[in-house]
Structure formats: C-alpha cells, structure tokens
C-alpha cells in the first residue's frame, strides 16, 4: 500500500497551492478520502472528507471557502485546491484513506505547506 502527497511549497499570503495525493495497493473507490494538516505544536486536524464516491464532502469551518476537495477514482487521486492561503494554514498535510466501516486507514508520508506573510 502506497499513499503520496505532492504539491506542497512555500507560497505568499493570498496565494494558490494544489496538492495531489496519489494511493495504490488498495481498491481506491471503496474508500473515503482526507486531508488532514499538523502545524508544529499543535494537534493534527482534519481539513477537508469526501467520500468514497464523491458524493458527500466536508470541510474544517477554517478553510471552507477557500479549499475544494476532489477525487478521481479512475486515477486513484484525491486533489485539495487551496486558494486565498494564509500564514495560519502552513503546516505539514497528510493523506488519509479511510474504508468505511471499518478501522483500516492508511495515511502518507505528508507534504510541507509555508504561507508566508
């Protein structure tokens, strides 16, 4: 099993960052998907849910407006559009595949995001 990030970097206030995550050794579509994000001293949280057919999706009341969570099944991606950054969003993001209704999850190695002021 394989869950990888990319996309993270250093970026001005205001600006646009996509990461992408890319999973293998699993059955994709049958799981859910998240972003979650950890800044150091601080809990990691999850930022944004979409389900394993797209069809439902949820977002931390600190990004909704500003990131879009997406998903295609036939690439095995799961993509966080992140606009209008802020210095308070830099953190290191992580992946996570979730089957539902059960405790199986598997998380990525994360992928640093700087939003400099």
């Known amino acids: 099993v394989q869950v990888v990030e990319s996309g993270g970097g250093l970026v001005q206030s205001g600006g646009s960052l996509r990461l992408s995550c890319v999973a293998s050794?699993?059955?994709?579509?049958?799981?859910?998907m998240s972003w979650y994000r950890q800044a150091p001293g601080l809990e990691r949280e999850l930022v944004a849910f979409?389900?394993?057919?797209?069809?439902?999706?949820k977002y931390t009341d600190r990004v909704r407006g500003r990131f879009t969570i997406s998903r295609d099944n036939a690439l095995n991606t799961v993509i966080l559009q992140m606009s209008s950054l802020k210095p308070e969003d830099t953190a290191v993001y992580y992946c996570?595949?979730?089957?539902?209704?059960?405790?199986?999850?598997?998380w990525g190695q994360g992928t640093q995001v700087i939003v400099s002021s």
């Open positions: 050794g699993f059955t994709f579509s049958s799981y859910a």
């Open positions: 996570k595949a979730s089957e539902p209704f059960s405790s199986t999850e598997y």
């Open positions: 979409i389900s394993s057919s797209g069809g439902y999706i």
